[in-house]
């Protein structure tokens, strides 16, 4: 757990970076800083691993004040990623990885153990190990940054804009990446980006401040959705909230309804209606036609693949996307494994909303106990 | 003319003997290496602090300031003073090496500098987020990250020291600098510009193994290797750093190093 108590920067020409910073990161939870530029969120991450020395206040790691630590060793303890990666130009991938292991005097073989090992699980080919950062794209940097804060297995990770350089789609791989790797590790996060759909993607927990270091609000992202505190704060979450807070609503059970279907590559004769779904031989959606647009049989090149698929088991936001992309009107929905069970349709999907709870006060609180 | 020098570099008699060319050039080496040394031991530390810390860099100024100090009339002060002071061949040899190590100072001063102020502040942050220390960042990401320009600084003292340590010759003292200085005295124009070649070659072939030295230990993250992508920020600084070195060496200097030419031209346009 990492807590900030009363945390002030102030800089000698008088500018305030952060102003009076009271928060608690939980263990093993992702705590996101965001706010505009100016709002001293890396200035506040910096000031956990003391790259940067708070003018006031108290930084305390799992209750020990970091202010008391040995600095390299406190740094060494904390996993750290750097915008743009930071990776150090004249070492080969595999030994940036190994960067911390060996200050910790770990030996060689150990060290090029663990470091391909997390090359492996960051989702870098193992033959990249011996390349230079200049060789790599800006994405697999990431990776590689990403695998160095991880090499020590740190407790606490501090990440510092780390995708914000990389394009929109590699950008959601790798969050991806980082999710997936999150849920096995459970470390203790403190993630600062300008970017709030990032923020909400990853944060259990979502600090948002404003220009000057102030913190506006903080709480689980469904809640600050649902209950922005202000009009900087609303502002801030967007336009479309509403709709994107549905993300965090699990999808109830679906009133599903079952589809007449066709395989790829059958005829459409004697089938009637407006559209009609395509699956693949071990039933997966693959697209819809209009059965009287075709003559005989179905191939890949009739289908119209617009809309999105819902999982039965995600968010009312996947179910009703789905729903309101589909060209039929009916949105489809797979199990787990990716196969059809059924298609619902908006008004449905609306319905179920409105017979859910926004999320409440007493929501928010109960993610405080167990954050603590 | 041509003909006569070719004759005189390959005959043996040039060759042989504790005065042949053989021996004037190891003595020509020796002293060059000497100065280096001693020099990189004072500048390379030096330079090292000055860009790590970022404090006293009127230090590298001041270097390159010496840098307007005619060497000849240096070496004829030092040889004065510290001359009778001290007996012997040292007495020559001091004062010679002296006059280098103050000659070769500022050119590897300023490669060390300006090489470890190169490196990317993102990365030294970097190492600093790691948990590095003082020491570990510098040993471990500032100076081979410098490596590029603390190389060409020591090429480009190499270079001028080779070409210079002639001068010890006028205070009687071996190495190469003798066939030109005797060669003169003597009206024997064959062996000094045979001396001169020498002196050319010798600087030539050194700059060559340095070179090769710096391609073995500069790490090919940082010349882009295979990829040829360069760098951000780090051609800029190379030409930065090593061009001053060669435009003012060769216009101050000039002078004192008379007789020369055929040295000293091959030499400057090779280091730029």
């Known amino acids: 757990m990492i807590r900030f108590d009363g945390v002030t920067k102030k800089y000698p020409d008088g500018t305030v970076a952060v102003d009076d910073l009271s928060l608690t990161a939980p263990t093993g939870k992702i705590t996101v800083l965001v706010g505009p530029s100016g709002c001293g969120k890396t200035t506040s991450l910096r000031m956990i691993n003391r790259m940067i020395e708070p003018t006031s206040g108290l930084i305390s790691l799992d ?70 950062p200049s060789q790599l794209s800006g994405g697999q940097q990431q990776r590689v940054g990403v695998a160095r804060a991880l090499a020590a297995d740190p407790p606490v990770m501090l990440m510092d804009e780390p995708f914000s350089a990389v394009d929109p789609v590699v950008r959601d791989q790798l969050q991806d990446v980082f999710l997936d790797l999150q849920s096995e590790l459970g ?25 000057g270091g102030k ?38 059970k679906l009133p599903l309804t079952s589809e007449r279907t066709l395989l790829l590559g059958e ?77 619902v349709r908006a008004h449905e999907v609306l319905s179920l909303i409105e017979a859910t709870d926004r999320p409440d006060e007493d929501r928010a609180d109960a993610f405080a106990e167990e954050g603590a | 003319m041509i003909a006569s020098i070719l004759e005189w570099l390959t005959s043996s008699a040039t060759w042989s003997g504790e005065a042949g060319l053989g021996a004037r050039i190891v ?111 510098v040993r471990q990401v500032e100076i081979p990250n410098a490596l590029p320009l603390i190389l060409s600084g020591l090429r480009s003292a190499f270079l001028q020291v080779i070409a210079t340590a002639t001068v010890a010759a006028y205070i009687g003292l071996g190495g190469l600098g003798r066939y030109l200085v005797d060669g003169i005295k003597t009206g ?35 010349t882009g290797g295979r990829t040829g992508r360069t760098r951000r920020g780090r051609s800029e600084p190379t030409t930065a750093s090593t061009s001053p070195t060669t435009s003012t060496g060769s216009s101050t200097r000039s002078p004192a190093r008379s007789g020369m030419s055929a040295g000293d031209g091959g030499v400057d346009s090779h280091a730029t």
């Not at chain 1, 600062?192 to 909400?200: G, L, N, P, R, S």
């Open chain 1, 63 to 132: 209750g020990q004040d970091t202010g008391r630590m040995n600095e390299a060793q406190l740094r060494r303890g904390i996993g750290y990623v750097i915008q743009h990666a930071g990776l150090f130009p004249h070492r080969t991938v595999v030994d940036n990885v190994g960067t911390v292991p060996r200050l910790l005097g770990w030996d060689k073989k150990e060290t090029l153990e663990r470091s391909r090992e997390l090359l492996d699980r960051v989702g870098l080919a193992p033959e990249l190990a011996d390349r230079y």
């Open chain 1, 267 to 343: 005829s459409t004769a004697g089938v009637s209606g407006d559209w009609v779904l395509v699956v693949d031989d071990s039933h997966r959606p693959l697209g819809w036609v209009e059965p009287a647009r075709v003559s005989g049989e179905v191939t890949s090149e009739h289908l119209h693949r617009g809309g999105t698929v819902a999982r039965a088991s995600g968010s009312l936001r996947g179910a009703l996307d789905a729903a309101l992309s589909s060209p039929s009107r009916r949105g489809v929905v797979v199990d787990d494994e990716g196969e059809l069970v059924g298609t």
């Open chain 2, 188 to 222: 024997d124009y064959v062996s000094t510009a045979g001396g001169a070649v020498v002196v050319s070659v010798l600087a030539l072939l050194v700059d060559g193994v340095l070179a090769l030295v710096q391609r073995l230990v500069v790490s090919p993250g940082l």
């Open chain 2, 27 to 137: 003595e020509h080496l020796w002293y060059s290496l000497l100065a280096v040394v001693i020099a990189a031991a004072v500048a390379v530390p030096l330079g090292l602090w000055v860009g790590h810390t970022g404090r006293a860099r009127w230090l590298v100024s001041l270097a390159n300031s010496l840098r307007a100090v005619p060497t000849l009339g240096l070496l004829f002060a030092v040889a004065l003073w510290l001359g009778p002071k001290i007996s012997g061949e040292l007495a020559f040899l001091i004062p010679s090496v002296v006059v280098l190590v103050i000659l070769v100072i500022p050119p590897i001063l300023s490669g060390v500098y300006a090489g470890v102020e190169a490196v990317d502040p993102a990365t030294r942050d970097a190492a600093r987020g790691m948990g590095m220390r003082g020491m570990e960042v």
């Open chain 1, 187 to 211: 470390k203790t996060i403190v993630f600062v980006t300008h970017d709030i759909d990032e923020a909400i993607k990853l944060g259990d927990q979502v600090a948002v401040l404003r220009v």
């Open chain 1, 215 to 252: 913190l506006a609000q903080i709480s689980d992202p469904a809640y600050l959705l649902a209950h922005p505190v202000d009009d900087f704060v609303a502002d801030f979450v967007g336009r479309d909230r509403g709709y994107r807070s549905l993300q965090f609503q699990p999808a109830p």
